[in-house]
């Protein structure tokens, strides 16, 4: 089982990023999909997670984030728009056998490698 984080990158504030997350190995579908960060120094930390009953998103980047799902790919975005030199961090995404929407990190079963984002200002 395999989740595979890509499209990070080197931004100005206020730019967009597109993550995408491909599991592979097994289908997804029946599980809650979700995205962490970590910046350098600091704690990993919750930023959203999609399940089948809904979303759910950390107060810092709800109304600039958007986690979305193809069940048919077996993949998960998440576009990150109006992005902060605070969003910098190395991005996860992580499955978790849960029928709602999670948010803490010990729930999630699977792990993708992390992929890293920048935000200049």
């Known amino acids: 089982v395999q989740l595979q984080a890509s499209g990070g990158g080197l931004v100005q504030a206020r730019g967009s990023l597109r993550l995408s997350c491909a599991a592979s190995?097994?289908?997804?579908?029946?599980?809650?999909m979700g995205w962490f960060r970590q910046a350098p120094g600091k704690e990993r930390d919750f930023v959203s997670a999609?399940?089948?009953?809904?979303?759910v998103y950390a107060d810092s980047v709800k109304g600039r984030f958007t986690v979305s799902r193809d069940s048919a790919k077996n993949t998960v975005f998440l576009q990150m728009n109006s992005l902060k030199p605070e969003d910098t961090a190395v991005y996860y995404c992580?499955?978790?056998?849960?029928?709602?929407?999670?948010?803490?990190?010990?729930?999630?079963?699977?792990w993708g490698q992390g992929t890293q984002v920048t935000v200049s200002s």
């Open positions: 190995g097994r289908t997804f579908s029946g599980y809650t």
């Open positions: 999609i399940s089948w009953s809904g979303v």
């Open positions: 992580a499955a978790a056998l849960a029928a709602q929407a999670t948010r803490l990190a010990a729930d999630y079963n699977y």
